[in-house]
């Protein structure tokens, strides 16, 4: 069966996830950031992400193995995120920023890989002026 992308999906991928504490850490300061984030522009707190830090902390410091589930369907989750974004991503970046630039650079008759010979050259090579570095110069460069 041919494939219908250039990347090759049945591979095995390999992450290793993060340990349960450091999971709950991260989740303690991002739930705090986001309850404490309306102080900076002088407005209330968000009590309820508060209190789920303050949940996360006491979790995280008393019983960690309850977040192994949590930590495994949050790794599951960024690797599904990760075949979904990507190509679409890298397609955005490629249609909308290197595919116009190379239709303008050929429409302004631009060739700075200086992919084009003119017809009186005999080669591709570039003389340069000055010619460059003495020979000698590459002995002993270690």
């Known amino acids: 069966m041919m494939a219908t992308s250039h990347e090759d999906f049945s591979r095995t991928l390999e992450v290793k996830a993060s340990s349960n504490r450091v999971f709950g850490w991260v989740f303690t300061a991002v739930f705090l950031i986001m309850g404490l984030w309306p102080l900076l522009s002088a407005g209330a707190l968000r009590w309820w992400s508060?209190?789920?830090?303050?949940?996360?902390?006491?979790?995280?410091?008393?019983?960690?193995?309850?977040?192994?589930?949590?930590?495994?369907?949050?790794?599951?989750?960024?690797?599904?995120?990760?075949?979904?974004?990507?190509?679409?991503?890298?397609?955005?970046?490629?249609y909308v920023v290197v595919t116009p630039t190379g239709m303008l650079m050929r429409a302004l008759g631009k060739d700075s890989l200086r992919l084009r010979r003119a017809d009186t050259d005999a080669s591709y090579w570039i003389k340069r002026d000055p010619p460059g570095p003495k020979p000698d110069s590459f002995h002993h460069q270690f």
């Not at 192994?68 to 955005?92: E, H, K």
């Open 50 to 94: 508060l209190i789920v830090a303050a949940l996360f902390m006491l979790v995280t410091v008393a019983a960690p193995a309850l977040l192994a589930l949590p930590n495994r369907l949050w790794l599951r989750f960024g690797l599904l995120l990760n075949r979904i974004i990507s190509p679409i991503v890298l397609a955005f970046l490629f």
